[in-house]
Antibody
């Protein structure tokens, strides 16, 4: 079964960092780009960034530049996203995804989401 | 950066009715890079339509997509109880590379 299973909910204080994991199974993890997308409570979807299949190239949304780091471990088929200097506005559900692309429209996988709450 | 604007924000309809959801782009979008997703509480996002008009695997034929340029439409021909959800249009950008842009969403609720 093709799936992405994310780590559990986190509660962090302002200024702290959080690291969310996302484990892939059922497909060749090392073949596909991976993304992180977040959704604040009651809000829409916001793209955070992308990491290439080999993990040696990333591209981040300008809003998160300098605060986010995306990595992947192909030996364990696990993706990571670390967000630092947390503030209350970072409270959101964070999703990992291996979304469709025109050259592989049949491959579209999303994690179940990880709630990160930032509160003092 | 391309902005996707969805309308209406909320659509109140009854089961069996037709739903028409709009997605307008701030500049022309390649149809091959436009998709529609469904989101239900506590569930992973579900791809419905890719390439503006192609149904993803396993998606019922009551879902259809159309449009080109700056105007795209998702139509649900006859709403089933499980179709009440939030729908997002999405497109791939290039600056930065890999950018995903989403519309603000349309909530389809039971009238």
């Amino acid at each position: 079964q093709v799936q992405l299973v994310q780590s559990g909910a986190e509660v962090k204080k302002p200024g702290a960092s959080v690291k969310v994991s996302c484990k892939a199974s059922g497909y060749t993890f090392s073949k596909y780009y991976m993304h992180w997308v977040r959704q604040a409570p009651g809000q829409g979807l916001e793209w955070m960034g992308i990491i290439n299949p080999s993990g040696d190239s990333t591209s981040y949304a300008q809003k998160f530049q300098g605060r986010v780091t995306m990595t992947r471990d192909t030996s364990t088929s696990t993706l990571y996203m670390e967000l630092s200097s947390l503030r209350s506005e970072d409270t959101a559900v964070y999703y990992c995804a291996s979304p469709w692309q025109p050259d592989h429209p049949d491959h579209d996988v999303w994690g179940q989401g990880t709630l990160v709450t930032v509160s003092s | 950066e391309i902005v996707l604007t969805q309308s209406p924000g909320t659509l109140s309809l009854s089961p069996g009715e037709r739903a028409t959801l709009s997605c307008r782009a701030s500049q022309s979008v390649a149809s091959s890079y436009l998709a529609w997703y469904q989101q239900k509480p506590g569930q992973a996002l579900r791809l419905l339509i890719y390439g503006a008009s192609s149904r993803a695997t396993g998606i019922p034929d009551r879902f259809s997509g159309s449009g080109s340029g700056t105007d795209f439409t998702l139509t649900i021909s006859r709403l089933e109880p499980e179709d009440f959800a939030v729908y997002y249009c999405q497109q791939f950008g290039s600056s930065p590379p890999g950018l995903l842009t989403f519309g603000g969403g349309t909530k389809v609720e039971i009238k």
